[in-house]
């Protein structure tokens, strides 16, 4: 069996030089954090700005009934008090500037909290996929023709209707003026769409003489930058919505002379079983 990688969904890309537009894209960069990293950030943002008044608050000792002065603990909590609308009634402000400062802060509460109540309302109702890639890409012969093929399976409970796949290669070449430019190549697949994907399937691209891949050496594999991606997209059953989902191979990924075990079991004539322990697991097969 070949040894476990790391699954790949995207290119690491690293930008230099592109114009800083950070807070036109703050609503996009919290939207795909991790939902770890996101409520780090609105916590971190809460008590930065309880902490921020807090202080203000201590500028003027006895602006605050019931605070001891100078302590930006009772003020901190003031200030929790003010920004969430409770109002206990023990801590109260007593001076124009306290007045001043429980107005600004009423008015951060109010834009904070539908702002992070909406945040987190986009991200729970964002459409997403859960397709599951092969690890690795195969090359063995299908119906006497060498064919590229790799597994994709939905592991959701649910069906993705009038799925489409799209398969692409990426590399740099070299054009007759020499030249390098980075071409994308598409790979025609015997079957680009699925009607109803509920299970596995096995993507199969035909290496002939009309495929970009044709003649392609051991050393072309490992070419530095080669990149093939795979692109799904379809309607998800439940939401309605369209989803996608996309896994990047490289060549170091593809095994020649391999070919995919088998996964599906039918129990009957409406009870079909797949075993998603062996979805990677490979074996050798005759030479492609």
């Given amino acids: ?38 409520f780090a950030l609105v916590i971190a943002l809460y008590l930065g700005l309880n902490l921020v008044f807090a202080f203000l608050y201590t500028l003027q000792p006895g602006s605050v009934a019931a605070t001891r002065p100078g302590v930006l603990s009772d003020a901190f909590f003031f200030s929790v008090e003010t920004m969430a609308t409770i109002g ?35 991200k729970f109702t964002r459409p997403s996929a859960r397709v599951l890639f092969s690890r690795n890409l195969v090359l063995s012969r299908f119906e006497g023709v060498p064919t590229l093929m790799f597994r ?10 009038e799925a489409r796949m799209n398969f692409t290669l990426a590399r740099t070449i070299e054009s007759a003026e020499g030249h390098r430019i980075r ?3 598409d790979l025609a697949l015997l079957r680009h769409t699925n009607p109803q994907f509920a299970l596995s399937w096995t993507v199969m691209h035909p290496v002939d003489a009309n495929s970009p891949l044709f003649g392609f050496s051991e050393a072309q594999w490992r ?7 795979a692109v799904i997209t379809g309607i998800d059953a439940t939401t309605s919505a369209t989803v996608h989902a996309r896994h990047v191979y490289r060549g170091e990924d593809v095994l020649i002379a391999h070919e995919f075990e088998d996964i599906l079991t039918w129990r009957g004539e409406d009870v079909v079983h797949i075993d998603y322990r062996r979805f990677h697991a490979t074996r050798p097969s005759p030479a492609a």
């Fill in 183 to 185: 071409r994308i190549f």
């Fill in 223 to 229: 070419e530095p930058g080669l990149m093939i991606l």
């Fill in 1 to 38: 069996m070949p040894p476990r990688r790391k699954p790949r969904d995207t290119l690491r890309v690293e930008r230099v030089g592109v114009p800083r537009e950070s807070w036109r894209d703050a609503y996009h960069f919290l939207l795909v954090q991790p939902w770890s990293v996101f």
């Fill in 152 to 161: 994709a399976a939905n592991i959701r409970a649910n069906q993705i209707v």
């Fill in 88 to 122: 206990y009634g023990v801590m109260h402000p007593e001076t124009l500037y306290a007045h001043i400062l429980v107005t600004t802060e009423a008015l951060f509460g109010i834009l904070f909290v539908p702002l992070a109540t909406g945040l987190i309302i986009a």
